[in-house]
């Protein structure tokens, strides 16, 4: 009978000999992928550029705006030239490598360019949290904890990349955000200024849906496509919706397909599912369903008690 370890070699020689099928997930070529632990850093470096008062490195003794900014985007800087030649040297690419590197150089200059840009919006963003919220008690809690914020911020840092048609990187970039705040918002989604996501969990937003300004949405959104049947088919297809200027979609309404148009100052109820457009301000809403409440043997000396008869019904467009 062959030891444990003789048996843990076969195992291996398998394996090896399995790794030879030819399927995509035998891709052996360990560096020409990016790195998302590097990614991930830099996402962190970014927010540090976006949001310069709220973080700073802990081994720096003196804080010097200029000499702490410039190590950042040089930092960055080199990190992102070098994800974005991997990428560019990606399946069915015809770039050399010096080819690659000196694209993914100029791709970087023009994401960096486009900073003050990107801070410009988040500061709408935060501005439409504050005003949205009575829970917030200043723009400082919004930053350094609203889950919806992060994942907007680095939506919008993922935007520009994917402007740029830097592959892989932005979806890499959102699906980060996605795992840790519950929000997955494609760096492909067109979204304009003062945008607010509140609570957030469960939020999807498709990759070509349009969201115009002034948008406010709530928990378990969906802005998704009608149907996804056809595959690759419908790649560069409108699949997703249209959200116009001054919307508020309240938690857990889906709104599906590239012809759904929500018209701007519309209010849109919990729970709705709107495949079809609505005229601009209009308010929707799906009608309470009755509630029965039955009494059941209980051990509660209280529960006939009048303070426990049931509430009247409210509108379902609340948080």
């Given at each position: 009978m062959k030891t444990f370890e003789e048996q843990i070699e076969d195992i291996t020689g398998e394996i090896l000999l399995d790794y030879q099928s030819g399927r995509a997930i035998d891709h052996m070529e360990l560096f020409r992928q990016p790195d998302k632990e590097i990614v991930i850093d830099m996402i962190g470096k970014l927010r540090r550029i976006i949001f310069p008062g709220y973080s700073r490195e802990k081994n720096f003794r003196i804080y010097n705006v200029r000499h702490n900014l410039s190590m950042l985007i040089e930092d960055v800087m080199f990190n992102l030239t070098r994800q974005i030649a991997l990428v560019l040297q990606g399946s069915g690419s015809e770039l050399t490598q010096n080819e690659a590197e000196l694209r993914a150089q100029q791709l970087a200059l023009d994401f960096f360019r486009q900073i003050p840009q990107i801070r410009a919006l988040v500061q709408t963003d935060l501005d439409a949290a504050y005003d949205g919220d009575p829970a917030a008690s200043?723009?400082?809690?919004?930053?350094?904890?609203?889950?919806?914020?992060?994942?907007?911020?680095?939506?919008?840092?993922?935007?520009?990349?994917?402007?740029?048609?830097?592959?892989?990187?932005?979806?890499?970039?959102?699906?980060?955000?996605?795992?840790?705040?519950?929000?997955?918002?494609?760096?492909?989604?067109?979204?304009?200024?003062?945008?607010?996501?509140?609570?957030?969990?469960?939020?999807?937003?498709?990759?070509?849906?349009?969201?115009?300004?002034?948008?406010?949405?709530?928990?378990?959104?969906?802005?998704?496509?009608?149907?996804?049947?056809?595959?690759?088919?419908?790649?560069?297809?409108?699949?997703?919706?249209?959200?116009?200027?001054?919307?508020?979609?309240?938690?857990?309404?889906?709104?599906?397909?590239?012809?759904?148009?929500?018209?701007?100052?519309?209010?849109?109820?919990?729970?709705?599912?709107?495949?079809?457009?609505?005229?601009?301000?209009?308010?929707?809403?799906?009608?309470?369903?009755?509630?029965?409440?039955?009494?059941?043997?209980?051990?509660?000396?209280?529960?006939?008690?009048?303070?426990?008869?049931?509430?009247?019904?409210?509108?379902?467009?609340?948080?």
């Open positions: 200043c723009r400082d809690e919004i930053i350094f904890s609203y889950p919806g914020l992060f994942a907007i911020t680095v939506y919008r840092t993922a935007h520009v990349l994917y402007e740029l048609h830097v592959p892989m990187l932005p979806r890499m970039m959102s699906e980060y955000a996605h795992s840790i705040t519950g929000i997955d918002i494609h760096p492909g989604a067109s979204i304009g200024s003062y945008f607010f996501i509140d609570h957030g969990t469960g939020v999807v937003i498709g990759e070509t849906a349009v969201i115009g300004s002034h948008v406010k949405l709530y928990q378990g959104v969906t802005l998704g496509a009608l149907t996804t049947r056809g595959g690759q088919r419908l790649r560069g297809c409108r699949r997703h919706p249209t959200i116009e200027d001054h919307v508020t979609i309240y938690a857990g309404a889906s709104i599906l397909g590239g012809d759904t148009v929500i018209g701007r100052e519309c209010v849109i109820g919990s729970n709705a599912f709107i495949t079809s457009s609505v005229r601009p301000c209009t308010t929707v809403t799906i009608k309470n369903h009755e509630l029965q409440m039955k009494p059941r043997p209980c051990a509660c000396e209280d529960s006939s008690n009048e303070s426990f008869a049931p509430a009247a019904a409210q509108p379902n467009t609340t948080e």
